[in-house]
């Protein structure tokens, strides 16, 4: 194939190309060249293909082009290619089109759809300092950790605590007799919700006593606790739910349900099958059925063990090789010097973080993951997307699902159709929030200094202040800035030093 020397110019979309005198076999090139796509022959819509790609790779894409449509080219194709690349980009063709951001400016930087290499990066740096960081506290304080604070098998004073564990279901089957003579019209609703209040007052009351009564190590203490307060937040949930399933049924068979509960299954019937389920079930909003999977995977289950267990593992070497000495080594938060407190504040802060992360990782997404596969519970939304919370508002509705949705089932909206404000619900769900805060760490530690309670409802001027910050800026950035400063940087810090300092420091034993 030749192509004569004769060229005539011409202007095709603003750029120069060019048109030959050819022969016959020419022409077959050329007919070959005219059945490939528009995008190609066009100079300016060749610049076009990627709007951040350089001349390379646009005259690149189009030598990939031509490559993929092989099978319309016969022999001679590497020829045309190098023609088309040749002549794809000609120096006339603009190469500024429009007016365009850096990368890394702050108009473009969170419009990029994937930051993957950055995290990476992040990802890299963060284990290497912190590898450098895990070796020289060991070099320079040696193996400090000790298990005396976190278990003591050998005591015999553990033992109360285990045995009103195991005790626990006898609480959810009080509440199943209960519902079972309310079902037969053996008891009126009355004496039933006075029932109920007496079973779930008794459910958290007694762990209570049986801590308060035994000198028992810290986490068996806060084990039974959170044992204790789920098992109450169920037993709410079945009362609550039964009686108004009741209530439905009763009016269904009167016929004046309203057209709000269209949707809602009045059928009031009272499983043993289902509470038995539903006690065991990652969830603490009672229903009849719940969505289901269709089998368990095995594999997926021991994967997620053994990260269990790694990072339970992590958690432990945090506290006590980091997070102890530092507390040990501390004074009073409110009692000391201003400067010294704050600096404490900002040295438990990280490895606070880290266990903090590690607790949520370990317990909402592994743990009730492994529930929820073996007994394929289908609904497996434990958390959403909280680490991108604006507010302090969101983050509570977003980081514990199970705890968000039986407070607003529970609590903020039976609250607005009993007539109270918004504001007075939202202030009685952070009141409930706080008491089972307070609960869960007071009692195993002995110590009611009420920081925790004072912890949760600060989260309530907090929620104003962050919603107002974020209206006046009008940046996600900001609202999320303040967010993590707030709660992870100063405020856990804090309620761990005041704690800590309570407990150790002042000799309170936990073995």
Request: net charge positive; with cysteine.
């Amino acid at each position: 194939m030749a192509i004569s020397d004769s060229l005539d110019s011409s202007s095709i979309g603003g750029a120069t190309t060019t048109t030959t005198t050819m022969s016959d076999s020419d022409r077959n090139l050329s007919l070959r060249k005219s059945q490939r796509p528009a995008a190609i022959r066009d100079a300016n819509d060749v610049a076009e293909l990627d709007n951040s790609a350089t001349a390379v790779e646009a005259s690149t894409e189009s030598a990939n082009s031509i490559a993929r449509n092989g099978k319309m080219i016969g022999n001679g194709d590497n020829h045309a290619a190098g023609l088309d690349i040749k002549f794809a980009y000609r120096p006339s063709v603009p190469a500024h089109r429009r007016i365009k951001e850096s990368p890394l400016s702050s108009d473009a930087i969170f419009k990029q759809q994937s930051h993957a290499g950055l995290f990476n990066l992040c990802i890299v740096v963060l284990v290497a300092v912190n590898s450098r960081l895990i070796i020289e506290n060991l070099m320079k304080y040696g193996w400090l950790i000790k298990t005396g604070f976190w278990f003591s098998s050998k005591s015999l004073s553990d033992w109360p605590l285990l045995m009103c564990c195991l005790t626990l279901p006898l609480f959810p089957l009080s509440a199943f007799l209960v519902e079972k003579l309310a079902q037969r019209n053996c008891l009126s609703d009355p004496v039933v919700v006075l029932l109920h209040v007496i079973i779930t007052t008794a459910a958290i009351l007694y762990p209570v006593f049986v801590i308060l009564r035994c000198n028992s190590a810290f986490l068996s203490g806060v084990t039974l606790m959170l044992f204790a307060c789920i098992v109450w937040l169920k037993l709410v949930s079945y009362a609550h739910t039964n009686y108004d399933m009741r209530a439905l049924a009763n009016s269904a068979d009167k016929g004046d349900a309203s057209s709000s509960s269209v949707n809602v299954d009045c059928s009031y019937d009272v499983s043993f099958k289902s509470l038995v389920y539903f006690m065991v079930a990652p969830t603490l909003c009672y229903q009849t059925s719940y969505p289901r999977t269709a089998s368990v995977r095995k594999g997926w289950v021991v994967r997620q063990f053994v990260k269990l267990i790694i990072f339970t593992g992590v958690m432990g070497f945090i506290i006590e090789q980091y997070i102890n000495p530092i507390v040990r080594n501390s004074q009073h938060p409110l009692k000391g010097n201003l400067l010294y407190a704050i600096e404490r504040v900002l040295k438990l802060s990280v490895p606070n973080l880290y266990v903090w992360l590690c607790m949520f990782y370990c317990f909402f997404h592994l743990w009730l993951n492994i529930l929820a596969e073996l007994l394929r519970f289908g609904d497996r939304e434990f958390y959403k997307d909280w680490w991108n919370a604006k507010t302090v508002e969101e983050y509570w509705r977003m980081w514990n699902m199970p705890v968000h949705k039986w407070m607003v089932r529970h609590i903020y909206f039976p609250c607005l159709r009993h007539g109270i404000p918004k504001g007075a619900a939202l202030l009685i769900a952070f009141t409930v929030s706080a008491i089972f805060h307070e609960l869960c760490i007071a009692v195993p530690c002995h110590i009611f200094k009420f920081w925790a309670f004072i912890g949760i409802m600060f989260q309530v001027p907090l929620v104003l202040i962050t919603n107002y910050l974020q209206n006046r800026f009008r940046n996600s950035m900001v609202g999320n800035m303040i967010f993590w400063c707030f709660f992870c940087i100063f405020g856990q810090p804090m309620c761990v030093l005041l704690y800590y300092h309570d407990l150790m420091n002042r000799g309170v034993k936990t073995k």
